[in-house]
């Protein structure tokens, strides 16, 4: 096209008013292609500046701020992690664009997942340390606090050990009342065979 245009200007046939109309064009021409360079230069300029300060959250909600294209959000909204910055990233670009403020909605909600998973596991800690503190333990009650906690996502593995421990203790709280029944049922039949043995040999 621009090498029409400057064939077509140059030609000595073409009258004033055509080559005058082409040369015009000619300059908007490059005009155009000179400001998309100029953008992609300040773009370019930009993603680094970005890339400079992925480690920097407040440095990155600034530059969110004032960042005019989609690509340059997103780079600088995938390094938003904490809880605070991401409210405020979602409110920047919650109407501006929607790629960047899906991302900032879906990490809320995971961490708010997270922080209910982390109640729910110190909840059923607290059960379990309720049960360690009775006489007696149920087995009902242990089943229940299993199934509980294997409804959780994602728990920790610090919460799991630390679950797992305190269940392993309620087992051995229970078995050890197991064996005791049985002991005391063993007795019981004892007493009851030596005191129909009494009778019987009493009756004789």
Known sequence: MFEFLSKLVSRKSVNPSTEQVAAQILQKNQLVEDKQKTKEQERQVYLQRITANLNNEEALLSLLADCDFADGRYLAAQSIVTPAYLERALQLV?????????????????????????????????????LLSQELVLANQLIDLDKQFAQLKAVSAEMSRNF???????????????????ELLQLMQEIDQQASQASFDYEA
């Open 94 to 130: 919650r109407n501006i664009d929607k790629r960047a403020a899906k991302l900032m909605q879906a990490r809320l909600d995971d961490i708010q997942a997270q922080e209910q998973t982390q109640q729910a596991a110190l909840s059923l800690l607290q059960q379990a340390d309720s």
């Open 164 to 182: 797992e421990s305190k269940r392993n203790a309620l087992q051995q709280r229970m078995n050890a009342q197991l064996t005791l029944q049985r």
